[in-house]
Nanobody, 130 residues
Framework: QVQLVESGGGLVQAGGSLRLSCTAS????????MAWFRQTPGKEREFVAA????????DYAGSVKGRFTVSRDNAKNTVYLQMNSLEPVDTAVYFC???????????????????????WGQGTQVTVST
């Protein structure tokens, strides 16, 4: 069974950068569509970014576009989220998610919906201070 483990979270000042990693174990990583979501207390899980199997198609939430970059290295079974120009509103627990469903590549609605993914990591805390 595939397991996802996030790392790279921490405390950073506004304007700083962090790179999150999500490493998968188990079955073939390249078969999985990957995404990042984030969540703050009392709020629903929010879509951040997604990348398809080959890494040549990406999608971003409007609030992070131009600041965050999602990528993957299938040889290392890892997906990354490079976060630049961080703002206090980016403070959240960040989760990576995975699914095998092919429709995620052509349906923006589905890939931005948490219930479309059946595999989740445990989350990593990102805190951006003023």
């Amino acid at each position: 069974q595939v397991q996802l483990v996030e790392s790279g979270g921490g405390l950073v000042q506004a304007g700083g950068s962090l790179r999150l990693s999500c490493t998968a174990s188990g079955r073939t990583f390249s078969n999985y569509y990957m995404a990042w979501f984030r969540q703050t207390p009392g709020k629903e899980r929010e879509f951040v970014a997604a990348v398809n199997w080959s890494g040549d198609n990406t999608d971003y939430a409007g609030s992070v576009k131009g600041r965050f970059t999602v990528s993957r290295d299938n040889a290392k079974n890892t997906v990354y989220l490079q976060m630049n120009s961080l703002e206090p509103v980016d403070t959240a627990v960040y989760f990576c998610a995975a699914d095998l469903t092919s429709s995620l590549d052509y349906s923006a609605y589905r890939r931005r919906t948490p219930s479309s993914y059946y595999l989740w990591g445990q989350g990593t805390q990102v805190t951006v201070s003023t």
